[in-house]
Structure formats: structure tokens, C-alpha cells
């Protein structure tokens, strides 16, 4: 079991910049990899980035490329995603997300979900 536990959402003003954490504990958590994914009211959940465990290859959607960073940290057992120049669009509860699967896109292959945090980015 891997427990995700995500902070760091809230509200922002367009261009602005907010930085997400996935907190783990568990099971070794280097043996996972995290992705991020988000979900708009009304919408279905959609990939966003993701970091493979080990080597640590990164993925991007490609509306937040250029925007996002993700990065994880194993001795702290916690991935962070760096959101800069926030977009009204990038309004959605952020989740967190553990799999040992491939492909690290696709949300059907993630076992171990958070609870979520907000990010409203406002005009």
C-alpha cells in the first residue's frame, strides 16, 4: 500500500504560480512512479505530468509543457509539481497518483490515488 496525501492548491490570479506536493508513505516509494492529473468540474480526469521512478523520465501534457515541472525527491518520499504562468483553464482539483505500470500517461494504470487539492486560477 502507498498512501498520497497532496497539498499546496489554492486560489491564484492568472500568471501567477503555485507548487504542488504529493506526500508519500508506505510502501518504497522510489519503486513507483507519480503522476499528476487533474479534473474541471464537469470534466473527465486527464493526465497532466508524470515521473518515472529510478531514472526519473518525465511526461507532460502538452498544454502545461513549458508551463509545469515535475520533480521527486525519494529521501523525502515526496513529488512536487512547480505550476508557473497559471492559466484560468488550469482550474481544477489536482490528484496525485502511484502505479508501477506503463504507461505512466494513462490513468488507468495508477493503483494508489489521493484525496486532491484545488488550484482555481482567476482572470
Known amino acids: 500500500q502507498v498512501q498520497l496525501v497532496e497539498s499546496g492548491g489554492g486560489l491564484v490570479q492568472a500568471g501567477g504560480s503555485l507548487r504542488l506536493s504529493c506526500a508519500a508513505s508506505g510502501r518504497a516509494f522510489s519503486n513507483y512512479a507519480v503522476g499528476w492529473f487533474r479534473q474541471a468540474p464537469g470534466k473527465e480526469r486527464e493526465f497532466v505530468a508524470a515521473?518515472?521512478?529510478?531514472?526519473?523520465?518525465?511526461y507532460y501534457e502538452d498544454s502545461v509543457k513549458g508551463r509545469f515541472t515535475i520533480s521527486r525527491d525519494n529521501a523525502k518520499n515526496t513529488v512536487y509539481l512547480q505550476m508557473n504562468s497559471l492559466k484560468p483553464e488550469d482550474t481544477a482539483v489536482y490528484y496525485c497518483?502511484?502505479?508501477?505500470?506503463?504507461?505512466?500517461?494513462?490513468?488507468?494504470?495508477?493503483?494508489?490515488w489521493g484525496q486532491g487539492t484545488q488550484v482555481t486560477v482567476s482572470s
Open positions: 515521473v518515472s521512478w529510478f531514472v526519473g523520465n518525465t
Open positions: 497518483a502511484a502505479t508501477d505500470r506503463v504507461p505512466v500517461t494513462d490513468l488507468r494504470r495508477y493503483h494508489y
